[in-house]
């Protein structure tokens, strides 16, 4: 499985970008499909995903502000994210659980100015 992310960029804050991620290789229907963010000295941290039933999961800090969605004909979902704030700043990494298996996209930095 290869994971493609792109959108990243630099915006003000209260500004918005899109990011999204491509998956290719052999996926499956019940793989789950997320997005996680790691700012520097900080640990990698959960930032949206699917359930297995298809249900949006979000951390408290961008619920209201981040949409996660998806297209399964593509394989890609995506991350559109408004009203963003300078600690949204860091790397966001696309991810895909297949089973008991992690695979993680190459990061897109995401920077907001105040």
């Known amino acids: 499985v290869q994971l493609q992310a792109s959108g990243g960029g630099l915006v003000q804050a209260g500004g918005s970008l899109r990011l999204s991620c491509t998956a290719s290789g052999s996926i499956f229907s019940d793989d789950r499909m997320g997005w996680y963010r790691q700012a520097p000295g900080n640990p990698r941290d959960l930032v949206a995903y699917?359930?297995?039933?298809?249900?949006?999961v979000y951390a408290d800090s961008v619920k209201g502000r981040f949409t996660i969605s998806r297209d399964n004909a593509k394989n890609t979902v995506y991350l559109q994210m408004d009203s963003l704030k300078p600690e949204d700043t860091a790397e966001y990494y696309c991810n895909l659980q297949s089973g008991p298996i992690f695979y993680w996209g190459q990061g897109t930095l995401v920077t907001v100015s105040s």
């Open positions: 699917f359930t297995s039933d298809g249900s949006p």
